[in-house]
């Protein structure tokens, strides 16, 4: 057995899970939370995926009480899709005072068995990231590595086995596209991780101004653009709505290429829409900037006095999910988020959409009564 402390700047976890994959026939690993980099990071060591391309087996189950969202998800279905032989479940429990976190993982190479457990998840910073910057990037992270053989590993194999069979019958353990998984994974992109001054005490709170609080992105998540949306719809055939090229790729992301991402519907009152949309950007031989949103189809379309029109407010959850709000101009809202937008310059038809990009902080300024499920979270306690 062998026991390693992971500094941050070093990739330490990742590589004895590499080189404990080294002529593996199988494997597999349980994971409190996942992240997108860590599950590229992954599937991409030379070991594992030679493994999976050879026909070896591994199976991954991954919590999602916090931190996997969307973005983790539709990552791992890449991952299905890419290796045959590798299945994935989400484990989704009902105790309300108690969080999914284990993190090991394990490769059988003939009756031999190396396990590797530790602290870390399957995260970048959990795994490690070689970093040279100061100060450097990563995790304090613990683990050991060890090898059983015999009836060590058959006693290993029969308690995996068996909880597995439990979760399984409990219902527990759940498919990627699980409406209810997906969901969760909604909600885990809300959270943004805040630290305060050493000797200062904050309280964060949905919706709460970050102004004197830093907010650490989520495993190397940065947006591009600010976090939310403002823009006139035009109209367009009942559940259309056209958010114009730039918003399409700068903000949504499409950049060329099929792209799935998950979208919901928030009102008003702050109720979110009873199912998940998802979405497919597919390559398109004419140019169409328009996204579906259900929202869309039960709003008769106005046209204002001062030619206003609907307007559509989403906000990014992360690369990968998004909620949106749509406001007509007989909305007793309307006044707040139009001005956002600045007066109306050209009244003709054809006249460009008003857009704007704001922050959470901005929108909530404008608008004080905006519906909270559309907003980030501010979370004091990053575990990632």
């Known amino acids: 057995m062998s026991f390693i402390f992971q500094q941050p700047g070093t990739a330490k976890l990742l590589q004895a899970i590499d080189g404990a994959a080294l002529n593996a026939n199988?494997?597999?690993?349980?994971?409190?939370?996942?992240?997108?980099?860590?599950?590229?990071?992954?599937?991409?060591?030379?070991?594992?995926?030679?493994?999976?391309?050879?026909?070896g087996a591994f199976q991954l189950i991954?919590?999602?009480?916090?931190?996997?969202?969307?973005?983790?998800?539709?990552?791992?279905?890449?991952?299905?899709?890419?290796?045959?032989?590798?299945?994935?479940?989400?484990?989704?429990?009902?105790?309300?005072?108690?969080?999914?976190?284990?993190?090991?993982s394990w490769f059988k190479e003939g009756n031999s068995l190396r396990l590797v457990t530790g602290s870390g998840n399957l995260t970048l910073r959990g795994l490690g990231q070689i970093s040279t910057?100061?100060?450097?990037?990563?995790?304090?992270?613990?683990?050991?590595?060890?090898?059983?053989?015999g009836a060590d590993v058959a006693a290993f194999e029969q308690e995996i086995t068996d909880w597995l069979n439990i979760q399984r019958n409990a219902g527990a353990l759940c498919e990627l596209d699980?409406?209810?998984?997906?969901?969760?994974?909604?909600?885990?992109?809300?959270?943004?991780?805040?630290?305060?001054?050493?000797?200062?005490?904050?309280?964060?709170?949905?919706g709460s101004?970050?102004?004197?609080?830093?907010?650490?992105?989520?495993?190397?998540?940065e947006f591009d653009t600010p976090e939310v949306l403002v823009r006139e719809l035009s109209r367009n055939r009942p559940g259309q709505a056209d958010v114009g090229q730039a918003a399409l790729t700068e903000f949504f992301g499409y950049q060329g290429v099929a792209k799935n991402i998950f979208i919901q519907h928030v009102a008003c009152n702050n109720d979110l829409g009873p199912t998940l949309e998802i979405r497919l950007f597919i390559s398109l031989p004419s140019?169409?900037?328009?996204?579906?949103?259900?929202?869309?189809?039960?709003?008769?379309?106005?046209?204002?006095?001062?030619?206003?029109?609907?307007?559509?407010?989403?906000?990014?959850l992360d690369r990968s999910s998004f909620r949106y709000v749509i406001l007509p101009v007989t909305d007793v809202n309307y006044s707040f988020v139009t001005a956002i937008?600045?007066?109306?310059?050209?009244?003709?038809?054809?006249?460009?959409?008003?857009?704007k990009r704001i922050t959470p902080e901005e929108l909530l300024s404008a608008w004080p009564n905006v519906p909270a499920n559309l907003l980030p979270l501010n979370s004091m306690i990053p575990e990632p």
């Open 133 to 149: 910057s100061n100060p450097p990037s990563g995790n304090w992270e613990a683990f050991v590595v060890q090898s059983l053989e």
């Open 209 to 221: 101004p970050v102004s004197d609080l830093e907010v650490l992105p989520l495993d190397g998540i």
């Open 341 to 355: 937008l600045g007066p109306i310059s050209i009244q003709r038809v054809g006249r460009p959409m008003r857009e």
């Open 62 to 104: 991954v919590g999602i009480d916090a931190i996997t969202n969307a973005e983790a998800l539709l990552c791992l279905s890449e991952k299905v899709s890419q290796f045959q032989n590798l299945t994935v479940n989400v484990f989704l429990h009902s105790h309300p005072n108690s969080t999914f976190h284990p993190k090991f």
């Open 287 to 316: 140019a169409n900037y328009r996204l579906e949103l259900r929202a869309t189809s039960a709003l008769e379309y106005i046209v204002a006095d001062d030619d206003g029109r609907m307007i559509l407010v989403a906000t990014k």
């Open 178 to 206: 699980d409406e209810q998984v997906r969901n969760r994974a909604m909600a885990n992109g809300r959270v943004r991780f805040v630290t305060t001054p050493v000797g200062d005490v904050h309280t964060a709170e949905a």
């Open 26 to 55: 199988s494997g597999g690993g349980f994971f409190a939370f996942a992240s997108k980099g860590g599950i590229d990071e992954l599937f991409g060591c030379s070991h594992i995926s030679l493994m999976l391309q050879q026909g």
